[in-house]
């Protein structure tokens, strides 16, 4: 049975309590820089023959007379590593913290390009004592905060490791200021400026960029930036003006969801010559998220999530939005689901009635998070689906499969052998053609698939799924049936 890959990190000290599975000899010191150990999977354990440990001691340890069975005492080496107890409270707290969206993850996959560039610009700045405005745009959970909490750690340690005064860094969230002008204030508090006299916030930073009196560039982050927005756009274009007084040395990045944002509220920077350079962060794929999401389970000592079930939550919010705050919520809502259903069985999570027991650990399925996904992203479409006789779902399923190759739409005839071997499969008896091609009308009528014209044979008729496979996938995964049929 696959299963996700989750070691427990290099540094994490073993317990006196864990049992530990390498060899009696003394492993080498790491360090810091060092692979994490690659655990051995538990069942090449199993399948390790005596010779495999001829580097142990030659002393023969006696033949224990425990009356435990073969799968009891295998349990209690390697049930701590397969087997995670959703009834433990401590450990499903662990498991929702890693997902949660406020952990910062040690670090940001699936990003290198997007901070590669950001970081670049603040070097640049920072090499060359000069100011500097960029603006990150990108739809919202794509890791756009995330990563310039990053960049600045990492612009600090270069410039403390190449002899450069660090930048001064400061963070602002524009959704807690109480007016858009106030990000000024903000800026002066937090020791920018040293105030004298009465003028305004804004005044005092004007005063202190027009003046040769810096010794260290100020880095500031402005986060939902379009908070700030104003009928006249004047609080937007005093900050961004900032980075072009002439002994500025402030670097502006200016962070929110709308793309054209410099385009529509900021025509005067680029009369200017000052529009700031832009970074988008494109939305998730399938496969990022599924990385994000593996790198997040990393520092668990457990398999908690099926592979199948964390692909299913990929390909659903990919498809939807590419969210991944999105994806992180469906993944603790299936922890819950799953908690949920153990509360109500009769499970023993450590079973040492047999080996098999042991070896199919209890997980987050595909069941579980389909329940997830479902609270998450119900739509007319799914409850239509959902909703279908049976036959008509065969249908949709059989399509799903017909046009996996690359086709984008075929005849009925077709469709039909592709139904057809689909009921058969699962000992089904199909329906007639007549009762077939009646079914693609009703189909047709509820915008699922589309059927084109015939002048003659019905059978002709050109036919197109014009609905999402992720979505028909979604709405029957629930089913094994169909679940079967869909892989």
């Known amino acids: 049975m696959p299963s996700l890959a989750v070691s427990r990190s290099a540094e994490e000290p073993l317990t006196p309590q864990k049992r530990r599975l390498r060899s009696n000899s003394t492993a080498a010191p790491e360090t810091p820089f060092s692979s994490p150990t690659k655990r051995k999977s538990p069942r090449r354990c199993l399948d390790s023959t005596p010779s495999s440990h001829s580097t142990r001691n030659d002393s023969i340890e006696p033949i224990s007379n425990s009356s435990k069975s073969p799968a009891e005492e295998l349990s209690e080496d390697f049930s701590e590593i397969l087997n995670w107890n959703p009834r433990d409270a401590s450990q ?9 969206v406020s952990t910062a993850p040690p670090t940001i996959v699936c990003r290198e390009e997007e901070q590669r560039r950001v970081f670049d610009f603040c070097r640049a700045c920072v ?7 960029l603006y990150v745009c990108g739809c919202p959970g794509t890791g756009k905060s995330l990563s310039m909490e990053k960049v600045s750690n990492k612009l600090i340690e270069w410039a403390r490791d190449g002899g450069f005064d660090p930048p001064e860094v400061l963070s602002i969230n524009c959704t807690a200021l109480t007016s858009s002008s106030q990000i000024f204030g903000k800026i002066v ?28 560039s100020s880095l500031i982050i402005a986060d939902e930036l379009d908070y700030l927005i104003t009928k006249d756009r004047a609080v937007l274009h005093d900050l961004f003006m900032l980075t072009t007084l002439p002994f ?5 990045i200016g962070i929110a969801n709308a793309i054209d944002l410099a385009d529509r509220f900021l025509p005067k920077l680029q009369s200017l010559n000052c529009k700031p350079l832009v970074v988008t962060y494109r939305a998730y794929s399938k496969d990022q998220i599924i990385r994000i999401l593996q790198e997040r389970l990393m520092v668990l000592p457990h398999v908690v999530f099926h592979p199948q079930a964390l692909e299913l939550c990929a390909r659903k919010v990919a498809a939807a939005s590419g969210d991944m705050r999105k994806a992180l919520s469906v993944c603790r809502s299936a922890v819950e689901v799953l908690e949920a259903e153990v509360r109500e069985s009769t499970i023993r999570l450590r079973s040492n009635s047999s080996l098999n027991d042991l070896l199919n650990p209890l997980q987050v399925k595909i069941d579980h998070m389909a329940a997830a996904l479902s609270k998450a992203f119900r739509t007319p ?29 075929t005849i009925v005839g077709e469709l039909n052998k592709s139904y057809v ?29 589309k059927l084109g014209q015939s002048r003659g044979d019905d059978k002709l008729k050109r036919v197109t799924l014009t609905v999402d496979e992720a979505d028909i996938n979604f709405a029957l995964q629930g ?9």
Do not use: W
């Open 92 to 100: 499903v707290s662990a498991v929702k913290e890693a997902l949660h």
């Open 127 to 133: 090499e060359k004592e000069q100011s500097g405005s």
């Open 189 to 216: 508090e937090n020791g920018y400026v040293k105030v004298k006299g009465t003028a305004a916030p804004l005044q005092h930073l004007q005063n202190l960029y027009s003046q040769k009196q810096q010794s260290s």
């Open 248 to 252: 500025s040395r402030c670097i502006l």
């Open 381 to 409: 479409v799914i409850d239509t689906i959902q909703s279908l006789p049976q036959h008509q779902q065969i249908i949709l399923c059989s399509a799903v499969k017909f046009f996996r190759g690359g086709k984008k739409d």
């Open 421 to 449: 071997e689909t009921c058969k499969s699962r000992m089904i008896p199909p329906v007639g053609i007549s009762e077939f091609l009646s079914m693609c009308r009703v189909l047709n009528d509820q915008g699922l698939v």
């Open 479 to 487: 089913v094994r049936f169909f679940r079967t049929c869909l892989q």
